[in-house]
């Protein structure tokens, strides 16, 4: 008896008992994918993991939002700040009213990205339990390059933009996956491990990460 002969007699033995011939039958699964995961307070949640990540986070109304912008950006040591066409216009008057000098996306070179002191975006959602953002880049957000190569990220991300987990944060998401826009990631500042398990910061990313959460 060749080898391929008994392995097919020790399936044939092992599948004696399966009586249905049709291996892909469909079988009746009870999903509750993309259901909110029950926190006790969702927005506390994305605090507390962001603040985990040792990333630097603030709460602001709407109404304080560009002066919250400014005064992170002071905190991070950051005075050229590149900004996504389409950044409330509100934030880029406080921007300028703080003493910012603002760069905007034309077609800037990684080179010309990387020598700006940080980006400002929106963002499409964020999980909680995770204390993850996500970018989908419509334009107050700007191409993956400028939330990648710049050495510091203030995010700006409304309350209203906090789900439970990243299922449900799937779900928001779903529009920008059909569209075939690129997402990202972010789960505090980029940091990584070499072989000897040496800490290294801003190698996949922004090595700070701001967040303003707005009311």
């Given amino acids: 008896m060749s080898a391929r002969e008994e392995i097919l007699r020790r399936i044939r033995g092992a599948t004696r008992d399966i009586k249905v011939k049709d291996p892909v039958a469909d079988v009746a699964v009870d999903w509750v994918y ?22 630097r986070i603030t709460r602001s109304e709407a109404s304080s939002t ?5 005064d992170a950006l002071d905190e991070l040591g950051a005075t050229t700040v590149l900004v996504p066409d389409g950044i409330d216009a509100g934030w880029v008057a406080a921007l300028e009213a703080g003493g910012k000098t603002i760069v905007r996306d034309t077609a800037l070179s990684h080179y010309e990205l990387s020598d700006t002191d940080a980006v ?13 953002i996500c970018l989908d880049h419509d334009d107050t957000q700007g191409r993956r390059a ?5 050495d510091r990220h203030v995010c700006v991300v409304r ?9 449900e944060a799937l779900i928001r998401l779903k529009p920008a996956v059909e569209a075939r826009r690129p997402i990202t990631w972010i789960s505090g500042g980029s940091a990584t491990s070499d072989i000897e ?4 910061e801003g190698v ?12």
């Fill in 120 to 132: 400002l975006t929106g963002a499409r959602v964020a999980a909680a339990d995770s204390g993850t």
């Fill in 159 to 167: 309350e209203d933009q906090v789900v439970s987990d990243i299922p």
């Fill in 204 to 215: 996949h990313g922004p090595r700070q990460l701001f967040v303003v959460l707005e009311a």
């Fill in 146 to 150: 400028l939330t990648l190569v710049p």
């Fill in 34 to 55: 993309g259901q909110p995961t029950p926190l006790d307070d969702v927005v506390d949640t994305f605090i507390e993991n962001i603040e985990d990540y040792k990333a």
């Fill in 66 to 70: 560009g002066q919250a912008i400014v």
């Fill in 197 to 200: 398990l040496d800490r290294v």
